[in-house]
């Protein structure tokens, strides 16, 4: 949509007006003097309008105060006096000198005066428009990209209202931005209307209101530009986009590749045991009443167990990646959860010395009664997996700060590098050698997830002839504390 031009010569032919009056003002000035003045200081004063005129006005208005000028010369100062008919040689030859000095004084400043507004009006631009490029540098969010967008177009064209029109793309829903906030669209069409499109498709569209003079050559040359930037910026961030869809997908699959070959691995095992010792039974070669048919059924059991942890911490980090692991809260005591654990593996645990420190007043824990059992169970199997048998491990808890309780997990097993410490508990790293320590991986991940879940921390230590995994829980719950929660609420 063009802006309507008919009023963008109204400031000129006021510039021709002015010009005119200004010239027949120093007519007027120097008549009664015409006597005491000689004529080539006449002529002199003569281009002092030109030169005013165009300086404020522009070079036409200058290069029609020359000719005036020049024909009132003529007609007021030369003789015969009131004719444009010259009869001395000389006043022919000043009379062509003033009116060539005259127009070429005009041009010049003329075109200087252009130059001045054309490099100021450059100057400007640039300025702007390194702004916009700026700002839009490190944004990658359409929505923001069109508010920068909207906001500048605002700011840089005085305009009293702007609306920015992005269409769906990459997959995001359509935005309609409108700057400034808080005030109605004018009823009325705008002023113009710019799309945002590149060299492959239209992105959206920049519609602009404003009162008073229409949008010049410049401002819309430079409406566009900023229309282009724009459009470049959204097709940036598309890319961007489309660019971490793809990182997450192939990440994901390498996840997936990780698991698949983790899991198969570890599921393979336990059933060959469970197989093998199913088949025992089934076998007319055991002896029902014998010791080894109760050894078949513990392996089995344990197997089955085993499997069963597997599975559930599969479970918990797809709800973690998910985001969906929301603790089921109650007041509890982490000696009961502890030993809940302990049942759950006490095969695995029976060939290292198990000593627990809690203290029997310890406060009641506002946590997830089976997700902290799990966190116990990953960590205690995590220590057995590392710790020589027949060494310690040691489960001590005690309160940090009014607002929080600390659990530590400690081994003899050997210590962490200092720069794997914090990488531990990332999914499927190993400090030692998968082929020597079994497993998938997960264990510490998920418990890195629950225990942030319930709005603790977890971490890990070097301690002198120890390994530790420390995890601290808040004691407080939707503002309560352990010590104000009534009895029918346990």
């Keep these: 949509m063009q802006p309507n031009n008919s009023s963008r010569w109204l400031p000129l032919l006021r510039g021709f007006i002015l010009a005119l009056l200004v010239t027949l003002a120093l007519t007027a000035i120097l008549y009664p003097l015409r006597g005491r003045l000689n004529t080539t200081t006449i002529a002199l004063l003569y281009l002092l309008p030109v030169l005013v005129n165009t300086t404020l006005w522009g070079l036409g208005p200058g290069l029609v105060s020359g000719i005036l000028a020049f024909l009132l010369y003529n007609y007021y100062f030369l003789q015969p006096y009131q004719t444009l008919v010259v009869h001395q040689p000389q006043d022919i030859v000043a009379l062509v000198i003033f009116f060539l000095v005259a127009v070429l004084?005009?041009?010049?400043?003329?075109?200087?005066?252009?130059?001045?507004?054309?490099?100021r009006a450059s100057e400007h631009e640039s300025t702007?428009?390194?702004?916009?490029?700026?700002a839009l540098g490190g944004v990658s969010n359409t929505r923001d990209i069109g508010q920068i967008l909207a906001t500048h177009t605002l700011e840089t064209f005085l305009a009293e209202h702007v609306e920015i029109q992005i269409a769906a793309i990459g997959g995001g829903e359509a935005l309609n931005i409108q700057e400034p906030h808080g005030r109605l669209k004018p009823v009325k069409k705008p002023l113009i209307s710019i799309p945002l499109e590149t060299a492959h498709r239209l992105?959206?569209?920049?519609?602009?209101?404003?009162?008073?003079?229409?949008?010049?050559?410049?401002?819309?040359?430079?409406?566009?530009?900023?229309?282009?930037?724009?459009a470049l910026a959204l097709e940036r961030a598309v890319l961007a986009q489309t660019e971490t869809k793809a990182r997450i997908l192939e990440e994901s699959d390498r996840l997936k590749s990780a698991l698949l070959s983790s899991v198969s691995h570890e599921l393979r095992t336990p059933l060959a045991t469970i197989k093998a010792s199913v088949t025992s039974l089934l076998g007319r070669d055991v002896?029902?009443?014998?010791?080894?048919?109760?050894?078949?059924?513990?392996?089995i059991n344990e197997e089955t167990d085993?499997?069963?942890?597997?599975?559930?911490?599969?479970?918990?980090?797809?709800?973690?990646?998910?985001?969906?692991?929301?603790?089921?809260?109650?007041?509890?005591q982490l000696s009961e959860i502890l030993e809940s654990a302990?049942?759950?593996?006490?095969?695995?645990?029976q060939d290292y010395r198990i000593e627990i420190d809690i203290p029997e007043d310890l406060p009641l824990v506002p946590v997830d009664f089976m997700q902290i059992e799990r966190v116990f169970v990953n960590l205690i199997s995590n220590s057995a997996k590392y710790a020589p048998i027949g060494t310690v491990i040691q489960i001590s808890s005690r309160v940090l700060d009014p607002d929080s309780v600390m659990v530590q997990v400690t081994n003899q097993g050997p210590p962490v590098p200092q720069e794997h410490l914090e990488r531990i508990f990332d999914k499927f790293f190993r400090v030692t050698d998968a082929e020597r320590v079994t497993g998938t991986g997960l264990g510490l991940s998920i418990c890195k997830g629950i225990i942030e879940a319930h709005g603790g921390r977890i971490w890990a230590e070097n301690l002198p002839g120890r390994f530790a995994f420390n995890f601290s829980l808040p004691l407080t719950w939707e503002g309560k504390s352990p010590a104000t929660v009534k009895p029918e609420a346990l």
């Design 105 to 119: 004084i005009s041009q010049l400043v003329g075109r200087a005066k252009e130059n001045l507004a054309q490099a």
């Design 128 to 134: 702007r428009l390194y702004g916009l490029s700026l």
């Design 203 to 230: 992105l959206g569209t920049i519609y602009l209101w404003r009162e008073g003079a229409p949008l010049t050559e410049t401002e819309q040359r430079m409406l566009r530009t900023f229309a282009t930037q724009g």
């Design 287 to 299: 002896d029902w009443e014998s010791q080894a048919r109760q050894e078949l059924l513990e392996t």
């Design 306 to 332: 085993h499997l069963n942890r597997l599975v559930g911490n599969l479970l918990d980090m797809s709800r973690i990646e998910a985001g969906a692991l929301y603790p089921a809260r109650q007041w509890n």
């Design 342 to 349: 302990l049942q759950r593996i006490h095969r695995m645990a």
